[in-house]
C-alpha cells in the first residue's frame, strides 16, 4: 500500500511544471505553491496509509470476532441437541426400570420412543448377564432369534457398572452419522438390573451445520475427537469417511480439544485446499469440534476495494490541492501585481486613479497610503463637489466592508459547526487509546498494581467513559444538523430488538434501582430504522438511571394496529424536570440545571438526538413529569 502511495504521489508530483508553466508569475508564486503542494502532499499521504492500515486491522479483527462468536454458538447448539436426546432416552430408561425386564411395558415405552422421535432407529433391553431381553426398530421387525449376547460389548460393559456410556461417531452407507447410548436400569436397593440401549441418527447436526454461513462465503463442518468428519453441507464428503488432520483448523482443534480457539481467523489451507480463514470451537462433554473456513479472497474483499477507495481519495485529494493552491497563491501575489500597476497609474499623473484592494492585511494598508497619497494631491486642484464625491465614495467602500464583515460572520458560524464535528472526532482517537491503555494497566497485563492505583484507574476509565460519550454525542448532533443522517426502514422483529436491549442492562448497579420491563412477548414485525429506534430507547434509559437514585424504572411497549403505531414509555421515579422546562429540553445544550454544581453530568445533548431520529422515524414525542415525582418519556412511531 505504501509504494502504491508513492507511486501516485510521484505521479501527481509532475503536475507542478504544468501548473508553473500555466501559472507563470514571480518567485513569490512559485514557492507558495511548491511548499504548499509539497506540506498539503505530505499531509494528505500520511492521512490516507494511516487512515488504511487501521481500517485494515478493524476488518481483520471484526472478522475474528465474528467468526469466534458463531464457532461457540454452534458448538453450544450441537451439544445441547445431542444432551435433550440423551435425556430422553434417559427418561425412557428410567421409567422402564419400574417394570420387569422383557416386559410388554417395556417394550411399549421403547416402541414409543422410537415412534415419537426419528433420531432414535433402534433400542433395546439387556439383562444383568448381556442378553438382549427386547428390541425395538423403526426399520425393520425383530424376532426372539435376533436377540444377541451383549456381554463383551464396550455399551454393556460400562452401563453394567452404572455409568452412562455414549459411543464415539460412526457412519452408515449413506453418510449418516450415529452414536450408540446405553444407560443403566437401577433395581431395588440401587442394584443394577440391566441396561437400555438405543441407536440415535445424528442426521440433524447436517441441517445445523448447512445452516451455518457467515460473510459471502464462510461455511462450517463438524470433526470427532480423531479429526474425522461427522458433519458437512456437502453428504457426500461425509460418505467418503475422510480424516481431515492435515486441514490447519482440524490441527489447531486437536491440539487443545477443551478449549475455545485462542488465535480466532488465523490463515492456513482449507477443506477444499484454498488458504481461509480459520476457527474451531470444541463441543462440550462429546469431543467433538466444530470448524469455520472463510476463503481468505471472500473475508478480505473489502481491503482491495479500501485500496483502490485509499488510492482514488489521494489522487483526488492532490488534484484538489493543485487547484486550491494555485488559487490561493494567485489570491496572495494578485493584489502585489494590483498595487504595482496602480503605483504605475498613479505615478504617471492620474490622480483620479484607486488601487482597490481588499485583503485585510499589509498590502491593503499599503494600498490604502497610496490612494491617500494620490487624494491628498489632488486636495489643492479640487472643488467642493469632489470632496463631497470623495466622502461619498468612502461611504461606498464603507458598505462594501460591512457586507465582507457579514459574510465573515457567516463563515466563522459555519466553521464553528465543522470545528465540533472534526474536534468530536479527533478526540475520540486518544480517549479510546487512553481508556484502552487505563483498561490494561486495572488487569494487570503492564505489571501488578495497588488497590489505590486500582480504585483510580477506575475513576479514570469510568470518567473516560462519560467523556466517550458526550463527543459522541456531540458527533451525532452535528450530524444531524448537517443532514446527514439517513433512515433505512426495514422489517425489524421488535420482541428480538427488545431483549437484545434488554441483555445490555442485566449487570446490576450500584443504585437500588428496579428495571421493570413490559412488552409483547411474540413476534412481532414493524417497519422501522431498527438502530435509530434501539438508539432512542437507550438514551432514554440511560437519562432515567442517571436521575433516578432510588425506585424503579419501567419500560413499556404497546403495539395499536388500529392506529398503525407502537407506542414506547420510559417512566422513572427520579428527580423530575420542573413544569417550566419541560417546554425546552429537547434542546440542544439545554439542561435542567445548568449550573457549575449541578449533580449530575452530560452536555445536554441527549434529549435532542431523541427528538431528532424520533422525527426522522416519523413519529413524536411527549414528556410528562413533575419535581420530585419521576418522568415519563412516550414515542409514538408508525408501523
Known sequence: MAEEVIGSVSAMWGWKQIVRAYLGGGGIRRRLLVWGLSLFGIALTVVVVVGYAYTVRQIERDAAELQASIA????????????????????????????????????????????NDNSFTDASIIDARGTEVLKVSDRKVYFPSDLSDQSKSAKFNKAITGEDYVSPVYTSDKAQPYITVAIPLWGAAQRVVGVAS?????????????????????YAYLVDEHGNLIAHADASLVLKKMNLRQIAGVQEFLRNATRSDPTPAHEG????????????????????????????????ANVELLKRYALALLAIGLLAGVVIIAWVSGRITGPIRELHEGAE?????????????????????????????AGELKVSYATLEQ????????????????????RDLLTTNKAKDEFLSVMSHELRTPLNVVMGYSGMIKEGILGTINPEQERALEKVITRSSDLLVMITQILQATSIEAGKVKVEKREVELSDLLDDLKSSYEVVTDKRIVLNWDYPPGPLMIKTDGEKLKHILLNLI????????????????????????AEFQVADTGVGIPEEMLPSIFEMFRQVDSSETRSYG??????????????????????????????????????
Open 387 to 406: 470632496k463631497v464625491k470623495d466622502k461619498t465614495r468612502e461611504l461606498e467602500n464603507t458598505n462594501i466592508e460591512l457586507e465582507q464583515a457579514n
Open 345 to 373: 497609474i498613479i505615478g504617471s499623473g492620474n490622480l483620479d486613479y484607486r488601487v482597490n484592494i481588499k485583503t485585510g492585511d499589509e498590502i491593503e494598508w499599503l494600498a490604502e497610503e497610496f490612494n491617500k497619497m
Open 542 to 565: 440511560n437519562n432515567a438511571i442517571k436521575f433516578t437514585d432510588k425506585g424503579h424504572v419501567s419500560i413499556a411497549v404497546r403495539y395499536r394496529p388500529e392506529a398503525g403505531a
Open 269 to 300: 489451507p482449507g477443506l477444499m485446499g484454498r488458504p481461509v480463514l480459520t476457527t474451531y470451537a470444541p463441543v462440550p462433554e462429546l469431543g467433538w469440534g466444530v470448524i469455520l473456513e472463510e476463503p481468505i479472497d471472500a473475508a478480505l
Open 72 to 115: 461457540s454458538v454452534t458448538a453450544d447448539r450441537i451439544r445441547n441437541f445431542v444432551r435433550r436426546k440423551i435425556e430422553r432416552f434417559s427418561d425412557m430408561a428410567d421409567a422402564a426400570s419400574l417394570y420387569p425386564l422383557g416386559s410388554k411395558e417395556q417394550q411399549l415405552l421403547a416402541r414409543l420412543l422410537v415412534k
Open 602 to 639: 452530560g452536555v445536554g445533548i441527549g434529549l435532542y438526538i431523541v427528538k431528532k431520529y424520533t422525527e426522522l422515524l416519523g413519529g413524536k414525542i411527549a414528556a410528562e413529569s413533575a419535581l420530585g415525582q419521576g418522568s415519563a418519556f412516550t414515542i409514538t412511531l408508525p408501523c
Open 198 to 218: 438405543a441407536e440415535a441418527d445424528l442426521s440433524f447436526l447436517w441441517e445445523v451445520v448447512e445452516k451455518t454461513r457467515f460473510g459471502t462465503a464462510g
